[in-house]
């Protein structure tokens, strides 16, 4: 099993771009989740979905849009980046745990 | 705001000492996680205890909670140093929708040989 496939590893956006990071779970887990990781902040979650066809915002979603395209994919798109975007992102899946990507490292410049 | 805050924020030990974290919460528990990050990587699920549970074990982990003070501890015994990494508590705040994990800051564990 592949767990949680996240991509791409590494992005460098200039300040405007846009992109997409895509994640995938074979675990046939209902809830995802995209986290993002800063210095001493441990883990703030940006946007989340309990199930296929549902998203709901975290504590950071400003910025961001997520797509559940089906119970395996679990999108999340930066319209307009900023530096203030630069960060670590991380996606997860979850039965009664979660299980992490191996993350994206995101510089804005 | 983060819902769990570990304490404390470094830590640094002799190879086969123990170790002990914290974490403290605001709000009432499902239950409460415990994850380690090694450098550059995600996070991997360490243990789990459940707010009825006081104490739990896995190896050499020990985790602790006490709801009425709203704190847990992480004791990993006989340390190496591959267990070198960040250590964090996540928790489930009770009657969240979605069953959403807030994480705290961490803790930076630092094992020398």
């Known amino acids: 099993n592949a767990g949680v496939t996240q991509t791409p590893k590494f992005q460098v956006l200039k300040t405007g771009q846009s992109m997409t990071l895509q994640c995938a779970q074979d675990?046939?887990?209902?809830?995802m989740y995209w986290y993002r990781q800063d210095p001493g902040m441990g883990l703030r979650l940006i946007y989340y979905s309990a199930s296929e066809g549902t998203t709901d915002k975290g504590e950071v979603p400003n910025g961001y849009n997520v797509s559940r395209l089906n119970k395996r994919e679990f999108s999340l798109r930066l319209e307009s980046a900023a530096p203030s975007q630069t960060s670590v992102y991380f996606c997860a899946s979850r039965g009664e745990k979660l299980f992490f990507g191996s993350g994206t490292q995101l510089s804005v410049l | 705001s983060q819902q769990g805050e570990e304490d404390p924020q470094a830590l640094s030990i002799q190879e086969g000492e123990n170790a002990t974290m914290n974490c403290s919460y605001k709000t009432s528990i499902n239950n409460l996680q415990w994850y380690r990050q090694n450098s550059g990587r995600g996070l991997v699920h360490l243990i789990l205890?459940?707010?009825?549970?006081r104490e739990k074990h896995s190896g050499r982990l020990r985790v602790t909670l006490d709801t009425s003070k709203k704190s847990s501890s992480l004791l990993i015994t006989a340390s190496r140093a591959a267990d070198t990494a960040s250590y964090f508590c996540a928790t489930v705040p009770l009657m969240e929708y979605g069953n959403k994990l807030v994480f705290g800051a961490g803790t930076i564990l630092r094992v020398k040989s």
């Open positions: 675990m046939n887990h209902n809830s």
């Open positions: 205890i459940r707010s009825n549970e």
